[in-house]
């Protein structure tokens, strides 16, 4: 899982409630991503962030928030308007581009909200 | 639509067998594509990754081939080990866009 933590590897919450998911990374990477993995399908980018104080949406950011305030760290959050919430999350972090460089993934956050 | 199809979509092989993973593509324009082994409840780790140019590419026992006129990509594992046991997935890089993700074969070892 290289340098990039995330935590907790499992989260339970009520539904209706908002959840932070951590990522940290000492690779000294510019970029962040945060995927979505659903049994059966293939990863789907919810947003990344190139660089410190800027992100942008993936493919299916509705839901979701996210902010890059360090060049560590890059939390998610879930909030209540994502219908489907469980799955299971994982952050990604690579030196530049990730069209371009190596995409280091962390160990996942599996999130349950009933 | 660019697409990235895997087949089979789960395999069960014994262990010391060989066996091959296919990737076919649809993305266009191409940069690379890659092949990552994901561990149940782990992140993905990157086994190869090869660019337009490359037709054979090695980590260990893994041995990755791309056809880029058929669109084609396969993985091959020597000698299986139960710690093979794994989803494999299929990632192509589009050109100044996106990472287009298969969704993965799950390979079974049984001893």
Redesign the interface.
Known sequence: ?GG?TQSPKYLFRKEGQNVTLSCEQNLNHDAMYWYRQDP??????IYYSQIVNDFQKGDIAEGYSVSREKKESFPLTVTSAQKNPTA?Y?C?SSEGN???Y???????T?LTVT | KNQVEQSPQSLIILEGKNCTLQCNYTVSPFSNLRWYKQDTGRGPVSLTIMTFSENTKSNGRYTATLDADTKQSSLHITASQLSDSASYICVVSQAGTALIFGKGTTLSVSS
């Open positions: 899982d990039i059966g399908q293939g990863l789907r980018l299971f994982l990604a990730a069209k371009s190596e995409q280091y993934f962390g160990p996942g599996r």
